[in-house]
């Protein structure tokens, strides 16, 4: 169903009771200002992150091979491996 009205030229719409309503410009509204650029997904807006030129990115970390990953879980009690076994068997 559509609302029946009456435009003025300055942009008031007048409605079938009497009832009046001027649309507020984009630029002076108080809420829903989102920032240029901003994603919708959904409901949701998400803003774009600035990446990094190659320059400014620092290094990968080393990180061990996967041989030596493996031989580590086989013998050792230290916490993290201790941690993860707990919440395996409870």
């Known amino acids: 169903m559509t609302a029946k009205y009456r435009e003025l030229p300055d942009g008031t719409r007048i409605y079938k009771g009497g ?5 507020v410009p984009p630029e002076k509204r108080k809420y829903r200002k989102w920032p240029e650029g901003t994603i919708w997904i959904g409901s949701e807006s998400y803003l774009p992150l600035p990446l990094l030129e190659d320059s400014q990115r620092g290094s990968i970390p080393f990180t ?15 916490r993290v491996l201790a941690e993860a076994k707990a919440a395996r068997s409870g």
Do not use: F, N, T, V
Request: aromatic share 4%; hydrophobic share 20%; net charge positive.
């Open 19 to 23: 009832m009046r309503y001027k649309p």
């Open 64 to 78: 061990r091979p996967d041989s030596e990953g493996i031989a580590h879980r086989l013998g050792c009690r230290c």
